[in-house]
């Protein structure tokens, strides 16, 4: 039922291979889906992606359908929620190598139309004159040749990179700022008024602020009443400890006594 709704695209490594490779694409429709950067009515979503095809070439290969924005390739599909700064490739570990699939996001919704008529016998060339994509030993070579990082440029993404993370730092100690003192303001009973735009009243914080303020008093209330429960079991206990202590006190002075009475009395 799946693959129903999905359209497939015909892949050709170059113009002299017999073999061919299916893409099923359809279009990106996820209710869940909260990222900016993935616009439900201009992306593709594509399936089957073979490992030789990188990024680059995704995007090459789509814009023929019109002007492509971004491509992103993952292992699984899954929403993209980073808490903090985006991270280098440098830094990042290293990709699975396997088939993948992709997020394509185009200029114009127009072109999620001319994707899916494109016809199947009409194959998508991978590898052309004009972009040669390589593939075994030479692939590595690249690779391995890609790996070695300057130490300029090393030197510039970290640095663009930590002013990032102090920039993300400070936002984010400011706004836990804002909310300490919001939640202190509404511990001490005060309705913080805010202002609204040009021509609009200034109103106090909503009927949910105000339950939440009722909710705190009734559990410093409840708090309390514990505390206070326990003082009273704490004090009780004592006073029977009293009371049996002195208990045992007279029933060691009635012993002596009688041990006394009957000249038995040896304290050593």
């Not at 280098?88 to 290293?94: C, D, I, L």
């Amino acid at each position: 039922r799946v693959f129903l709704s999905l359209s497939v695209l015909s892949l050709q490594f170059n113009s002299d291979s017999a073999a061919r490779h299916s893409l099923y694409v359809k279009e990106h429709k996820v209710r869940a889906e909260k990222s900016s950067h993935r616009p439900l009515d201009r992306t593709l979503f594509v399936l089957n992606i073979p490992p030789y095809c990188s990024e680059d070439v995704v995007k090459e290969l789509f814009s023929q359908f019109g002007n492509v924005e971004s491509v992103e390739l993952r292992d699984h599909p899954g929403s993209t929620q980073e808490s903090g700064p985006k991270l280098s490739k440098f830094f990042r570990p290293a990709g699975k190598q396997g088939f993948n699939v992709g997020y394509v996001v185009f200029k114009k919704s127009s072109s999620l139309t001319a994707v899916k008529s494109h016809p199947h016998d009409v194959p998508l060339v991978v590898c052309t004159e004009q972009r040669p994509v390589r593939t075994g030993v030479q692939k590595w070579i690249q690779q391995y040749t890609q790996s070695f990082i300057h130490p300029d440029k090393l030197q510039q993404t970290v640095d663009s990179f930590m002013e990032n993370y102090d920039k993300h730092k400070e936002e984010e100690a400011e706004r836990q700022k804002k909310e300490a003192e919001q939640q202190k303001e509404e511990e001490e009973g005060w309705v913080k008024v805010t202002r609204g735009n040009k021509g609009t009243k200034a109103r106090p914080h909503s009927e949910a602020a105000n339950q939440r303020t009722l909710q705190k008093e009734m559990r410093k209330k409840k708090r309390k009443e514990l505390m206070n429960f326990y003082t009273w079991q704490h004090r009780n206990t004592q006073k029977e400890h009293i009371a049996e202590l002195r208990k045992k006190f007279e029933e060691d002075k009635q012993r002596i006594a009688l041990l006394r009475a009957q000249r038995k009395f040896r304290p050593y």
